[in-house]
T-cell receptor, first 109, second 114 residues
Framework: QKEVEQDPGPLSVPEGAIVSLNCTYS??????FMWYRQYSRKGPELLMY????GNKEDGRFTAQVDKSSKYISLFIRDSQPSDSATYLC?????????FGSGTRLLVRP | KAGVTQTPRYLIKTRGQQVTLSCSPI?????VSWYQQTPGQGLQFLFE???????NKGNFPGRFSGRQFSNSRSEMNVSTLELGDSALYLC?????????????FGPGTRLTVL
């Protein structure tokens, strides 16, 4: 079993939709969680990071962590075609990040 | 502030050769990590250096090695290249590498092994 599981998609939504991206994890040692966005042929770009259970909001993005069920989510409001990318969740453990496989998102104009 | 830079951006090698990739972290960052990204395995941790010392190592063969210099710049080396080593190699830096210290990635070096 992978330490971080993520549906690879692709997920296709119309412009303006609310997008929900999800990951589950098995490593109880994870204390921090990150969401990265990666455009084709580019390096991952940090979007959000969270520590405790609950929500964290930044503009159109909301990250949610539920440590009791080992579930992390990223919500994107008013999605734009420029949001089309691969979204990677990661848990922080012992100086290294453990990544999910990434979900490919396509926002249709 | 300049981001993480990696050189070269693209590299083509043949099986059996060796390769050295370079990474310059964000100014002030002392922790450098390396990751391998492939379509099949995703992003996998290779190793992490802090103040010239390797602090953590992923599950990769000994052909993969790295080092960090006193100015925090880092290099990774892959010897006796195999076809399966074709991947995007990503370097990431953070200030100290402690918990909660966010990690920033460079653009990567795309290695193709023929």
């Amino acid at each position: 079993q992978k330490e971080v599981e993520q549906d690879p998609g692709p997920l296709s939504v119309p412009e303006g939709a609310i997008v929900s991206l999800n990951c589950t994890y098995s490593n109880s040692a994870f204390q921090y969680f990150m969401w990265y966005r990666q455009y084709s042929r580019k390096g991952p770009e940090l979007l959000m990071y969270t520590y405790s259970s609950g929500n964290k909001e930044d503009g159109r993005f909301t990250a949610q962590v539920d440590k009791s069920s080992k579930y992390i989510s990223l919500f994107i409001r008013d999605s734009q075609p420029s949001d089309s990318a691969t979204y990677l969740c990661a848990g922080d453990s012992s100086y290294k990040l453990i990544f999910g496989s990434g979900t490919r998102l396509l926002v249709r104009p | 502030k300049a981001g993480v830079t990696q050189t070269p951006r693209y590299l083509i090698k043949t099986r059996g050769q060796q390769v050295t990739l370079s990474c310059s972290p964000i100014s002030g960052h002392r922790s450098v990590s390396w990751y391998q990204q492939t379509p099949g395995q995703g992003l996998q941790f290779l190793f992490e250096y802090f103040s010239e010392t390797q602090r953590n190592k992923g599950n990769f063969p000994g052909r993969f090695s790295g080092r960090q210099f006193s100015n925090s710049r880092s290099e990774m080396n892959v010897s006796t290249l195999e076809l399966g080593d074709s991947a995007l190699y990503l370097c990431a830096s953070r200030r100290t590498g402690g918990f909660g210290d966010t990690q920033y990635f460079g653009p990567g070096t795309r290695l193709t092994v023929l």
